[in-house]
């Protein structure tokens, strides 16, 4: 079992910054593979984010080059940072947890959730 808090959301004006915090428990990070994702308002949660054991990362196209996806494996947390924040990047942000080994932007790979923290970017 892994459970999973997200903190760090807010409300900043486009071109601002956010670090999105995931504490995790049950487990520790590094033994399984850790995904951010994003679902705005009536749209599909949609891949972000995912950070695997081995430490290699993937990142969607629409956050290439301006978010990243880290882990403190001593604190036991998984982090987002978020630069460049743009108004299409408004919606609730969930951690989540893959304990496969494969399939990393795909939702249904991931067994445990947080239970989200909203982001909303002004323009």
């Known amino acids: 079992q892994v459970q999973l808090v997200e903190s760090g959301g807010g409300l900043v004006q486009a071109g601002g910054s956010l670090r999105l915090s995931c504490a995790a428990s049950?487990?520790?990070?590094?033994?399984?593979?850790s995904g951010w994702f994003r679902q705005a308002p009536g749209k599909e949660r949609e891949f972000v984010s995912a950070?695997?054991?081995?430490?290699?990362?993937i990142y969607a196209d629409s956050v290439k080059g301006r978010f990243t996806i880290s882990r403190d494996n001593a604190k036991n947390m998984v982090y987002l940072q978020m630069n460049s924040l743009k108004p299409e990047d408004t919606a609730v942000y969930y951690c989540?947890?893959?304990?496969?080994?494969?399939?990393?932007?795909?939702?249904?790979?991931?067994?445990?959730w947080g239970q989200g923290t909203q982001v909303t970017v002004s323009s």
């Open positions: 049950g487990r520790t990070v590094s033994s399984y593979a």
């Open positions: 989540a947890a893959n304990t496969g080994y494969s399939d990393y932007p795909n939702l249904n790979a991931y067994a445990y």
């Open positions: 950070l695997k054991r081995s430490g290699g990362n």
